[in-house]
């Protein structure tokens, strides 16, 4: 859990976060609050865990993934 400041804790509730810890916090305030809704059980622990995983696969394919292909054309890539 990112430690941020009690006042970035405020903040983010009325904008967008700003840095990796921020990001890192409202994505685990948005857990917890799933959680807490849920219940805390092995289904909804999972079910948290698989939405973090599938949402890093989406990121990867959607933001990654292009644009380490932009740099491979780019730069020439390092399999050659």
């Known amino acids: 859990m990112p430690y941020i400041t009690p006042e970035a804790r405020r903040d983010l ?6 840095n990796a810890g921020e990001l ?36 990867y394919r959607c933001f990654a993934a292009p644009y380490e292909q932009g740099k491979r054309e780019s730069n020439g890539d390092v399999w050659t």
């Open 24 to 59: 890192n916090y409202a994505m685990c305030i948005l857990a917890a609050e799933y959680m807490h809704t849920k219940g805390i059980s092995y289904q909804s622990i999972a079910e948290v865990m698989a939405a973090f995983e599938c949402g890093k696969a989406e990121f």
């Open 13 to 18: 509730r009325a904008r967008q976060p700003m």
